[in-house]
């Protein structure tokens, strides 16, 4: 399963989306859309939910930042289901915490897809440090 590329969309006044045919092949019936980092929602299949899960499940309770981290994404889930047209219907906390009015870009990182306003996506996608960040992967031990 790997979500790649980058599709842009439209944001319907009801807060609907349609999901890329092709993520929607990888989705299924029934995903999990979530609060992300940098201001994005994060789009999981059940199956790379249930395992993002458990690594939630297996942080230590008496670390406060553990708690804090897992209240984030675990308050921010809905479970969503495309409709005939391959709409979804994102959740109006949702739309509100990744500043989703109109212009949105679903992007494929791999075993997720991420939600982006058209305007944020644009803003994080320069990429201007890839040379220093690839750098900083090779030292640990991560080559390209």
């Not at 006044?13 to 940098?38: S, W």
Request: charged share 30%; aromatic share 12%; proline share 3%.
């Amino acid at each position: 399963m790997l979500f790649m590329g980058e599709y842009n969309h439209t944001l319907d006044t009801k807060g609907r989306v349609i999901v890329p045919a092709k993520f929607r092949e990888l989705l299924g019936e029934t995903f999990v859309v979530t609060k992300g980092l940098d201001g994005c929602l994060y789009v999981y299949p059940n199956s790379e939910w249930e395992s993002y899960v458990e690594k939630l499940n297996a942080l230590p309770m008496a670390k406060k930042e553990s708690r804090t981290f897992k209240r984030f994404f675990m308050s921010g889930a809905a479970e969503v289901e495309c409709d005939k047209q391959g709409r979804i219907l994102l959740p109006n906390s949702l739309r509100e915490f990744a500043g989703l009015e109109k212009d949105i870009v679903f992007i494929g990182v791999g075993n997720r897809a991420e939600i982006w306003s058209t305007a944020a996506w644009e803003d994080t996608s320069d990429f201007n440090d890839v040379d220093s960040i690839a750098e900083s992967l090779d030292e640990l031990g991560i080559s390209i």
